[in-house]
T-cell receptor
Framework: KNEVEQSPQNLTAQEGEFITINCSYS?????LHWLQQHPGGGIVSLFM???GKKKHGRLIATINIQEKHSSLHITASHPRDSAVYICAGRSGGSEKLVFGKGTKLTVNP | DAGITQSPRHKVTETGTPVTLRCHQTENHRYMYWYRQDPGHGLRLIHYSYGVKDTDKGEVSDGYSVSRSKTEDFLLTLESATSSQTSVYFCAISPGQGINSPLHFGNGTRLTVT
């Protein structure tokens, strides 16, 4: 069992819908990264958070360290949001990240 | 964007040949990482470096070696490539190990071993 689990694995939405991607982890972590990877593209860091909530444009990330859960929300989704979203947890004092397998999001016009 | 460049971007090689992938950064970050990405798996750490000549193994290090003779360059070598090493390889850099240290990725190298 992967230490970091994402759900759903695949998600299809219509343009304008509110999107939620979940990340649960079984290891103790001190920080969590949300990453975005477009088809055939590189990986971009969206958020890094250790508590509470962060917002950037239409993207919102939340984390509850005690419950070992994080969510990535996309408001007013757009076809350009179509990508794979990956969460990764960093253990305290460790250089090693543990990655989820990713959620493939497709937003149709 | 963080200054991180991977080369080559694409490579096709034959089984048994040596291959070296290069990661070059202009950010003067201390930490550099090599990951591989395969279908059905999350990104997996091959090796990482926490300074010049300071490296450590990741979870899938067998068949790979690394070197870091300068802060800006981190080389990944496949001594004798095998088909199981066909993958997309990503380099990443980070300024520190604190919980607030950001992580920046290169654009990846697609390696095919025939």
């Amino acid at each position: 069992k992967n230490e970091v689990e994402q759900s759903p694995q695949n998600l299809t939405a219509q343009e304008g819908e509110f999107i939620t991607i979940n990340c649960s982890y079984s290891v103790g972590i001190s920080a969590l990264h949300w990453l975005q990877q477009h088809p055939g593209g590189g990986i971009v860091s969206l958020f890094m958070l250790s508590s509470g909530k962060k917002k950037h444009g239409r993207l919102i990330a939340t984390i509850n360290i005690q419950e070992k859960h994080s969510s990535l929300h996309i408001t007013a989704s757009h076809p350009r949001d179509s990508a794979v979203y990956i969460c990764a947890g960093r253990s305290g004092g460790s250089e090693k990240l543990v990655f989820g397998k990713g959620t493939k999001l497709t937003v149709n016009p | 964007d963080a200054g991180i460049t991977q080369s080559p971007r694409h490579k096709v090689t034959e089984t048994g040949t040596p291959v070296t992938l290069r990661c070059h950064q202009t950010e003067n970050h201390r930490y550099m990482y090599w990951y591989r990405q395969d279908p059905g798996h999350g990104l997996r750490l091959i090796h990482y470096s926490y300074g010049v000549k300071d490296t450590d193994k990741g979870e899938v290090s067998d068949g790979y070696s690394v070197s870091r003779s300068k802060t800006e360059d981190f080389l990944l070598t496949l001594e004798s490539a095998t088909s199981s090493q066909t993958s997309v390889y990503f380099c990443a850099i980070s300024p520190g190990q604190g919980i607030n240290s950001p992580l920046h990725f290169g654009n990846g190298t697609r390696l095919t071993v025939t």
